[in-house]
């Protein structure tokens, strides 16, 4: 029995591995240079205005500062973004359990 890859017609094969070609992708968007990244730093720009807005300081500032170092570090910018995400998920689904 083969691998997953070796099942796949030929015609969805790559020549380039799966996980070089995610990692690729990967370090286009977390550069703040290209086109995704400048995309991601204004969308981290708006969620740090609503947020301000919605009376969150703490998530704006957090955002905000993110923006500002995604020029350094793409990854600690996106490693942020997510930490802020993902509280707010916690948040919401702590209140739907009431």
């Known amino acids: ?54 009376g969150r300081k703490v998530d704006s500032l957090l955002l905000l500062a993110a923006v500002f170092i995604a020029p350094k570090s793409g990854r600690a910018a996106y490693l942020i973004n997510t930490a802020v995400t993902l509280n707010t998920l916690r948040k919401y689904l702590k209140g739907q359990k009431k």
Not at 2 to 12: A, W
């Open 1 to 54: 029995m083969g691998s997953v890859i070796d099942r796949l017609p030929t015609s969805l094969r790559t020549k380039k591995t799966d996980v070089g070609a995610l990692e690729d992708d990967i370090e286009e968007e977390l550069d703040s240079n290209s086109q995704m990244g400048k995309v991601r730093m204004l969308m981290m720009t708006g969620q740090a205005l609503y947020f301000w807005r919605k």
